[in-house]
């Protein structure tokens, strides 16, 4: 992270300014702090790993050139990057009419046993396929609200619980 000379983290609206004023260095700042939350979000909402890269390099290339017109009082610089993602992955999916493809997304269960009984882990998996087969029915705007949320809750995350083997 880029620092004051007071040793202080410079914050993203002195970020915005200076590179607002042709400060490549400033434009690099943002991009290193932001490169990958754009990306992870960009990943969740197509489900693509190519498409979540193109749709990151072209937000900051958005960015670059809506860079004079952004008021960092309206909303927060990520905020601002979020919205500009989003639409790039809506536009995206309207040209490839495509939805977003779930199956790509690996399941989040971090409380799932990665070893151990297997039944426990194959009823666990089929949870996590209903939780996104669930979630893809969703409309896109809900959908992104879930993503923005956190990603694909886990069955836990979502209140489902699945009966074990031997519990009646």
């Known amino acids: 992270m880029p ?12 970020l915005v300014s200076r ?7 400033a434009f690099g700042a943002i991009f290193e702090r932001y490169q990958h939350v754009v990306y992870r979000f960009a990943r969740a909402m197509t489900g693509l790993a190519h498409a979540a890269e193109d749709i990151t390099q072209e937000t900051f290339i958005v960015l670059i050139r809506e860079l004079p017109r952004y ?8 905020t601002y990057l979020y919205g500009i993602a989003r639409n790039l992955s809506r536009d995206r999916a309207r040209r490839e009419r495509r939805f977003l493809a779930l199956d790509a997304v690996e399941p ?7 070893a151990g009984d297997p039944f426990e882990r194959i009823a666990d998996a089929q949870m996590d396929a209903a939780v996104r087969d669930a979630l893809a029915t969703l409309p896109a705007r809900f959908r992104e609200a ?3 949320h956190g ?9 489902l619980r699945h009966p074990r083997a031997g519990t009646g």
């Open 108 to 114: 989040r269960s971090p409380a799932s046993p990665q």
């Open 151 to 159: 990603g694909s809750p886990s069955p836990q995350d979502a209140g």
């Open 3 to 14: 620092v004051s000379p007071s040793g202080r983290e410079v914050s993203d609206r002195d």
């Open 71 to 78: 008021a960092p009082e309206r909303s927060s610089l990520s």
């Open 146 to 148: 879930v993503i923005l």
């Open 19 to 25: 590179a607002a004023a042709g400060d490549t260095d």
